[in-house]
């Protein structure tokens, strides 16, 4: 496999497998629990200093308050794509949501509807779960109507899931120079390979953060059958883990090393075209020969290098 993109995975197998590949990636798991959920939060709208991330920050003393009226919001987006399986929301002894929906969204946009219910006019926790969703980049909180004028949300809390049926892992940096800490891949889909016989192909999500283009060391792909439904000739088929070193290369310019390109006259160099995430750094220069080139780049991190 090469690791250039770090997109896909194809597994084969002695004989062919089958089995509802469409869900196998986000089967109902069997154990979960209650967690923060960290990374950037936003809402609709703001009553003074009461901000968003006081609904996410771990305390029931403090709270997201809000004084405007109709439909309201509350969303975090995470540094990598999460599948919920529900989430419970710490309410006080007024001023409390009534009905509600979860959506999840890839890109802060288009949203996916992943539960709708209403909250009960008491104080407390109320917990929510349902079966599955897809791993998503961004999760809302919509209020569409509410006990009383007013809007107070002490805390939410996410509902995920600790084992599932199947896992590709590995060894990376979140950063250059970052610490090496594993990183759980979020897998988008899985289905029979398009070329080769008795193989699955697996394709991780689109967020540039779960490819594994950085990995340091093996990728590791664990499959339970307990939890899966994969299926050979002879039956069941059994918990197996596999693992490969992707080390096929393709070379692509680093955004924290200054290249230079050395030509003569007449050399004809192409410029690889990189697309930008995040906001790193404000200005780099690309040199070639006696040329130097001054530009302010806006985001940085490069996308399936």
Known sequence: MSKSEGKKIAIKFSDRVMGNLEILPKLPFIVGKFVNLFGFYAASSTYSSYYPSNAFDGATSSMWYTRTTGEQWIQVSTVRPIRLGGFRWYLGSSYRPKDFKVQGSDDGV??????????????????????????????????????????????????????????????????????????????????????????????????????????????????KGQLGNLIGYGGALEDFTVSFYPTELIPSPNPGIEEILTVSVNTLTVLVSITYHDIFDLSERIRVVGLTITTQLIYSSIENP
């Open 110 to 223: 288009n949203w996916t509807d992943l539960f709708i219910g209403t909250s009960d006019d008491t104080q407390g926790w109320k917990e929510y779960y349902w079966q599955y969703s897809d791993a998503y980049l961004y999760h809302r909180w919509t209020i569409t109507t509410r006990y009383s004028s007013y809007l107070y949300l002490y805390e939410i809390e996410a509902f995920v899931h600790d084992e599932k049926a199947i896992k590709v892992t590995g060894i990376q940096r979140d950063f250059v120079g970052g610490e090496l800490k594993e990183v759980d891949y979020a897998i988008k889909e899985i289905e029979h390979h398009p070329t080769e016989e008795n193989a699955l192909l697996i394709t991780l999500h689109d967020n540039y953060q779960e490819a594994f283009d950085e990995v340091e060391g093996a990728i590791t792909i664990q499959y």
